[in-house]
């Protein structure tokens, strides 16, 4: 038998714990309701597993990633290169572990010279990057530099920006220096991100 503790938990905790299984906060919190929430959001993440299964090629170690999408490439190793630039360490490595869940190879990077130079050592499929790095100067000068690099090389590496400003000056400033998409870091983004990698190129 499990044993039981006594422990206190804030409103906004509960709130966020019963959005992971998009239920409401009821009037009284009773274990089996904390248990439901938890067998709910287990099922989710289990379901979202089921999607990805990686697998060696026989030729080599590249991962070829199986899902219900006919949109992946997997004979393309480029496309499966992201390079993830943000200045806080928790986003790099929520993006990195779940991106190489999907098979792809990922290069992070925490500082805009750093990224320049680990994008220029590498052709990358995608580059994902915070907008403020810490400021969004650098953001856009982030941007800058790769687009500048891709058209240089011939390259065809997408932009993703990722951001908390929902703010459309942010967004058509990043889309108008030639980014692909802008991500708000509102509920599921790292899913969306997840998505748009795993999306064709067009």
Known sequence: ????????IDSD???KFFELA???VPKEVELEKL?????VVKGKLDAITSLVNVSAKDSGNTPALQTNSAKIIDDCPR??????????????IQLESVLKKLGFEVTVSRELFDAIEKFKAKDFGYTITDLFIPTEREGYILIDEIKKLSLLCKLN????VMSASNKKEHKDSCMNRGAKHYVEKAQGWQQRIAEICTEQAD
């Open 157 to 160: 590496t997408k932009i993703i």
């Open 79 to 92: 496309l499966k290169t992201v390079l993830v630039v943000d200045d806080l360490g928790i986003v790099t």
């Open 13 to 15: 905790f509960l709130k």
């Open 35 to 39: 248990n439901n929430v938890v067998e």
């Open 22 to 24: 998009d239920m409401p």
């Open 1 to 8: 038998m499990s044993e039981k503790f006594s422990i206190e």
